[in-house]
Nanobody, 122 residues
Framework: QVQLVESGGGLVQAGGSLRLSCAAS????????MGWFRQAPGKERQFVVA????????HYADSVKGRFTISRDNAKNTVYLQMNSLKPEDTALYYC???????????????WGQGTQVTVSS
């Protein structure tokens, strides 16, 4: 089992920044690809970005390219999502997830956190 706990969400004005963190425990962190997903009310869970275990393989959704940056610190068992130039349409519950193989779809992930709310006001 892998336990994931997200933090760092909040309310921010459009154009602002937030940094989300996801702390993992339970298994060897470097063995897992990590992903960030988001879900707005009434919408399906949406892929945001994923990073391989070593940190070199990264995939971004087109909607966040150039604005969001994922990173991981394997010594701290933590993955980060730096979000800049936030837009109202980025408002959602943000989840981190862990998978044995990097994937861009939610079904590829075995473990999920509880989510952290990000709200961007216009």
């Amino acid at each position: 089992q892998v336990q994931l706990v997200e933090s760092g969400g909040g309310l921010v004005q459009a154009g602002g920044s937030l940094r989300l963190s996801c702390a993992a425990s339970g298994r060897t962190f470097i063995n897992y690809a990590m992903g960030w997903f988001r879900q707005a009310p009434g919408k399906e869970r949406q892929f945001v970005v994923a990073i391989g275990g070593s940190g070199y393989n990264v995939h971004y959704a087109d909607s966040v390219k150039g604005r969001f940056t994922i990173s991981r610190d394997n010594a701290k068992n933590t993955v980060y999502l730096q979000m800049n130039s936030l837009k109202p349409e980025d408002t959602a519950l943000y989840y981190c997830a862990a998978a044995e193989v990097l994937a861009t779809g939610p079904s590829g992930y075995d473990y999920w956190g509880q989510g952290t709310q990000v709200t961007v006001s216009s």
